[in-house]
C-alpha cells in the first residue's frame, strides 16, 4: 500500500498526476539552469491525452500546430499569422498586435523553436463552430542575436489554449483568461503568441 507523506493513502490517479506535476515542475527547473536545447519534436502528447479524440481532428490540429512551427523557425511572418483566427483577442490584443510582438522577435532572436506538451484536450461544437480547448506546458526558445547566447523567449504551464475551426484548418483563439476589454497601461498579458 502506497501512503502519502503525511501518512493517508494515495491513489493511482492522483499520484500520476503528481508524477506530471513533478515532472515539468523539474524540467522548468532546469531549463532555468541552462540553455534551451533543440526540440525534435513540436507538439507531443502526455501519456493517454488525444487517445478518445477525433482522430482526424486530432491530425488537423496537430498539422495545425506543426505549420506554426515551420512558420517560425524560417522567421515567415506571413505564413505564422495565418496560425491566428480572424477574431483572435487575447486580453485585448488582436491578430496586428500579435504581428507586431512576432516582428519584433524575429528582429531579436535567431534560430527560434518551440514546443508544446498536451495534457488535456477538449473538442467543443458550439453555434456551429467546432472548437478545441488544448492545455498545454511549453516554450519558445531561440539565440540572442545580439549576444548569441541561448535564451528561452516564452514558457507556459497548464496554458489552455484556444482554437476554431476557420477555413478549412484549426487557428488559434486565444488562451485561458478571457480577453479583457483592455490590457492596463504598462502591463502586457502573458504568452500572446502561443
Known amino acids: ?45 502526455a501519456p ?15 498539422a495545425s500546430f506543426n505549420e506554426a512551427e515551420e512558420a517560425v523557425k524560417k522567421a515567415d511572418l506571413d505564413a505564422l ?14 491578430r496586428s498586435d500579435v504581428r507586431r510582438v512576432w516582428e519584433e522577435v524575429f528582429l531579436h532572436y535567431r534560430g527560434i523553436s518551440s514546443s508544446h506538451v498536451f495534457t488535456e484536450l477538449k473538442f467543443v461544437q458550439a453555434d ?15 539565440t540572442e542575436i545580439q549576444t548569441g547566447k541561448p535564451i528561452t523567449i516564452d514558457s507556459w504551464a497548464r496554458e489552455v489554449h484556444y482554437l476554431v475551426k ?7 483563439l486565444g488562451n485561458a ?3 479583457a476589454d483592455h490590457v492596463p497601461v504598462g502591463s502586457a498579458p502573458h504568452h500572446p503568441l502561443f
Open 1 to 45: 500500500m502506497n501512503y502519502a507523506l503525511f501518512g493517508g493513502p494515495l491513489s493511482m490517479k492522483r499520484r500520476g498526476v503528481l508524477k506530471i506535476i513533478l515532472i515539468l515542475a523539474g524540467t522548468l527547473i532546469l531549463n532555468q539552469y541552462r540553455p534551451p536545447t533543440p526540440v525534435a519534436a513540436a507538439v507531443g502528447f
Open 128 to 142: 456551429g463552430v467546432r472548437k478545441a480547448h488544448v492545455t498545454c506546458t511549453g516554450g519558445l526558445h531561440g
Open 48 to 62: 493517454g491525452v488525444g487517445a478518445d479524440a477525433d482522430q482526424p481532428a486530432l491530425r488537423e490540429l496537430l
Open 166 to 172: 476557420e477555413e478549412g484548418a484549426w487557428r488559434f
Open 177 to 179: 483568461g478571457g480577453a
Open 81 to 94: 499569422m495565418k496560425f491566428y483566427a480572424t477574431s483572435y483577442n487575447y486580453h485585448g490584443l488582436k
